[in-house]
């Protein structure tokens, strides 16, 4: 098996980009990514995309985006895991090129949200649940995770205090990054007052509808160097996992056991323990899930996340940063896009480029991004050499 | 005689939503007191937007089953009788049976006659028990009443259901006699494609109610060769509070006797609902050898009339589900009349 | 709401029916085809109990499209004595009065209504006990 490198990444302002539309969203970040490594042909592509059915009325996304991109007969691939789509892109990209199949590709990801109306968002996203037992019952995304929350809450004793102050630390984080959605700040009494959403979840507690993409230029790790002078970043580790797809079937409600399977297997193939990783991108959908995810890949003992992140453990300057890029939270979430905007996060703190929102000394970092309430998760572990 | 036949499990279930009769009239300008004295009306049960005469069903025939103790898939027949079955075109009664584990082996039907319609149905059920069609079988009455913004009906239309499994076996109230009496009365009546019922004011009283509920009783008691003294219960049907009271002195029944089965002054009128869950609240206490005189009456107009008698079986079930009293008095949550046009559908949306 | 796509859930949704492997006793709601815990592919049909326990709740205030005119409604997760856990609204209750923990019953409710002339879906809700 081949060691795979990222020599390029592109990410554009996110947010309700009403002007742009579903292809030109992801042509734009894939040729800052194919103008970052300084290539112009690829050899395939994959593509992240949760929803495009229903948010824009497109599937078929491989064709278009290929023949958008100028690169007409590519082999391209759409790749869905509802918003795990798109790690699980790069997961593909990876695998092509460890094989020997490929050399150059791209590992994309894209999703224009706002086409549609709050309702119907809400119900595309919820189509990433289960229809017929969860959904059927009027189950939203929002209330998925509320409904862990809940049982994190009673079981651990995790505050509502603790929630928001995830939703603060990532608006810090986020208020230092020109590509967020909302790069302003919050206050924790500003999250605890925000509208209801689903009990004990508010606005400020959820991350927000997007339009953006983002994309990787991966090759093998061997020919890196053709084609760039920026510091190599060699990917280590991936791990893919999925869980009950209704969050009621789950062993437990408080835990998200595919989290933990695939950070395991990530870390297990990149030969690292958890001491090793710098920074993580984990997928805070919901302020909860930063919570619950950061306990789950083990950075903290179950029931112990919410203190931490409160206690600053999870800041830039903290013990393990989580979210520099100021996560989904502050960021944005186009859903499909996400999982390979955590990955870009990743590639600018190991080159040193992201600028105030650095991690000193970020040699190792990881990347957590999860479909549905829990029921798949991949895991990318990421190294400068 | 032939062999005994009669109820073998009963059940009841209503909303636990109320609205008073105060919050009503507030809106409309009217007079709550005299309402509240004139029609002996208190309060009425509210079906919230996800209950229906389906759902209703559904819980009573449950309750029904545990006191009954059999196997739903020995019922034969099953039918429902409602002014207001959920589809226009498309059985209640393929719903419910579904949903207690009665199919496929089932004959079905839903029925309508304004009020009188669950009676037909426990008539029908009984009929076929009778005739030795079937082991067992179902007859449910049930509604989520229809009533006009303002008009008197709104005061009273109400919600509830009560089911009956009739059958041989462990028998907990026989039937003795039953009487039929029908004329074509346009009192009250609701066409194609309309929201809500229309009616015809004071004629639906003397002409209709009266003249049908008193044809029926007495024929009835003529048929028995009984008395209204012979009785220890008697169950009218209740399109308010005031109305069953009367035609049971007119009849020569004791406010004693009629006053367990009187559930209209909290309950409202179910409709198809109203006398057949009297009966089940006289069942909930009835002991053996009691004999009970029921009359419903549906506009249109006719009356259903039944004479049942306790057995010595009915007691050691009357407490195994929730009673009728107790779903009527306990965990109640009053609406405004906001919430309450909100969940009968009563406000225009314009989109 | 599709016709068949709604009938062929009735077992499950009216009388709340599941699977039972024939070989480890592992219990499924709604049915599956091969065992989840040990492979096996037989299975009896059971009932799943009237009574369940709140494991978990929330109270959504902004649902789908569908669910507009019941918010803001309360949805929870009771575990049932077959082992299962279902997923239901919680109706008929004081909202602030919902808890971890508490004692629930199943009752057939309308679960959605396909606008002014679809079908009409049926399924179980929870309510407080009586």
């Known amino acids: 098996m081949r060691d795979v490198a990222i020599i390029g990444v592109g990410i554009q302002k996110w947010g309700e980009l009403w002007e742009k539309s579903f292809r030109d969203i992801f042509v734009e970040a894939a040729l800052n990514a194919l103008d970052d490594a300084k290539i112009d042909k690829l050899d395939s592509m994959y593509i992240g995309c949760m929803s495009s059915g229903l948010f824009v009325g497109q599937e078929h996304v491989a064709s278009v985006m290929a023949d958008y991109l100028g690169q007409r007969h590519l082999a391209a691939t759409r790749v869905e895991s509802a918003c795990a789509s798109g790690g699980l892109a790069l997961r593909c990209g990876l695998i092509e090129i460890a094989s020997g199949m490929s050399d150059l590709v791209l590992a994309g ?34 209330g998925l995770y ?240 | 005689m032939s062999k005994p036949v009669g109820i073998v499990g009963y059940g009841v279930h209503i909303p636990r939503y109320r609205i008073r009769v105060e919050e009503i009239a507030k809106v409309w300008g009217a007079d709550a007191p005299s309402y509240k004295r004139g029609l002996e009306l208190r309060e009425k049960s509210v079906p919230p937007p996800d209950c229906d005469t389906i759902t209703l069903s559904v819980e009573a025939t449950k309750r029904a089953l545990k006191r009954a103790q059999i196997d739903p898939a020995k019922i034969g027949a099953i039918y429902i009788g409602s002014e207001s079955h959920p589809y226009a075109v498309k059985p209640s009664g393929t719903t419910v049976a579904e949903a ?132 220890k219960y008697a169950v009218f049907h209740q399109p308010n509070g005031k109305f069953p009271m009367r035609v049971g002195k007119m009849l020569g029944f004791k406010t004693k006797q009629i006053e367990q089965g009187w559930l209209a002054p909290r309950l409202g009128n179910t409709y198809s609902g109203a006398s057949p869950m009297g009966l089940a609240a006289i069942l909930d206490v009835a002991k053996p050898g009691d004999r009970i005189f029921m009359v419903s009456y549906g506009s249109g107009a006719g009356s259903d009339g039944f004479i049942w008698k306790a057995t010595d079986k009915l007691p050691a079930v009357q407490k195994v589900t929730t009673q009728t009293y107790a779903l009527l008095d306990e965990k109640k949550f009053y609406l405004d009349y906001g919430t309450y046009a909100k969940f009968r559908r009563k406000i225009l949306k314009n989109y | 709401m599709n016709p068949a796509r709604y009938a062929r859930e009735i077992p499950h949704r009216y009388r709340l029916e599941a699977a039972k492997c024939k070989k480890c006793g592992a219990v499924f709601f709604p049915h599956r085809l091969i065992c989840l815990k040990c492979g096996h592919r037989q299975f009896e049909t059971i009932k799943i109990s009237e009574h369940g326990k709140l494991e978990t709740f929330t109270v959504i205030h902004t649902p789908a499209s569908d669910f507009k005119d019941q918010s803001p409604f309360a949805l929870g997760i009771c575990k049932f004595p077959e082992g299962v856990r279902i997923t239901a609204q919680i109706v008929d209750i004081d909202l602030e009065k919902v808890r971890i923990g508490m004692k629930l019953q199943v009752e057939f409710r309308r679960i959605q209504t396909d606008g002014h002339a679809g079908i009409l879906s049926y399924g179980y809700k929870f309510v407080p006990v009586i």
């Open chain 1, 146 to 385: 509320a409904l862990m929350a809940r049982a994190h809450m009673k079981k651990y004793g995790t505050t509502r205090d603790q929630l928001a102050s995830v939703a603060v630390k990532n608006h810090d984080n986020g208020s230092l990054n020109p590509n967020a959605q909302y790069p302003f700040k919050v206050t924790l009494e500003g999250v605890k007052n925000s509208v209801m959403i689903a009990e004990p979840l508010r606005i400020l507690d959820c991350s927000p509808i997007t339009d953006g993409a983002a994309a990787l230029i991966l090759c093998p790790y061997e020919r890196a160097r053709e084609f760039t002078d920026k510091p190599v970043i060699k990917v280590t580790g991936s791990g893919h996992a999925t869980d009950s797809i209704a969050l009621h079937d789950r062993t437990s409600l408080t835990t998200l056991d595919g989290v933990k399977v695939a950070g395991q297997r990530a870390l297990k193939m990149a030969g690292r323990k958890l001491d090793d990783i710098d920074l993580v991108e984990v997928h805070d959908c919901f302020t909860i899930a930063e919570i619950i995810v950061s306990e789950s890949l083990g950075f903290f003992k179950p029931g112990q996340g919410g203190a931490a992140c409160e206690a600053g453990e999870t800041r830039i300057d903290g013990k393990i940063p989580i979210n520099p890029s100021g996560g989904l939270k502050s960021k944005g979430h186009p859903v499909g896009a996400t999982g390979i905007a955590q990955v870009v996060e990743i590639v600018h703190q190991l080159r040193g480029e992201a600028g105030k929102r650095q991690v000193k000394n970020a040699r190792i970092g990881m990347a957590q991004n999860m479909g549905g309430s829990g029921g798949s998760s991949v895991v990318h572990i990421m190294e400068v050499e």
């Open chain 1, 109 to 142: 990801g894209v999703e224009k949200m706002t086409d549609v109306s709050g309702d119907g968002a809400t119900y595309a996203l919820a189509t990433a649940a289960d229809q017929e037992y969860e959904c059927y019952h009027g189950a939203t995304f929002p």
């Open chain 2, 100 to 231: 207690i584990g009665a199919t496929p082996d089932i004959h079905c039907a839903d029925l309508e006659f304004a009020c009188k319609a669950g009676s037909e149905g426990m008539y029908i059920a009984l009929s076929h028990v009778k005739a030795g069609e079937m082991e067992y079988a179902l007859g449910i009455a049930a509604d989520t009443s229809q009533g006009a913004p303002s008009d008197a009906l709104e005061y009273s239309a109400s919600a509830g259901a009560a089911a009956f499994i009739m059958g041989r076996k462990n028998i907990l109230a026989e039937i003795e006699y039953t009487h039929s009496f029908m004329t074509d009365t346009p009192d009250f009546w609701r066409r194609e494609h309309e929201f809500y019922p229309q009616h015809a004011g004071r004629y639906t009283g003397e002409p209709a109610y009266f003249k049908h509920t008193l044809g029926c009783a007495k024929a009835l008691l003529k048929k028995a060769g009984a008395e209204p003294g012979d009785f």
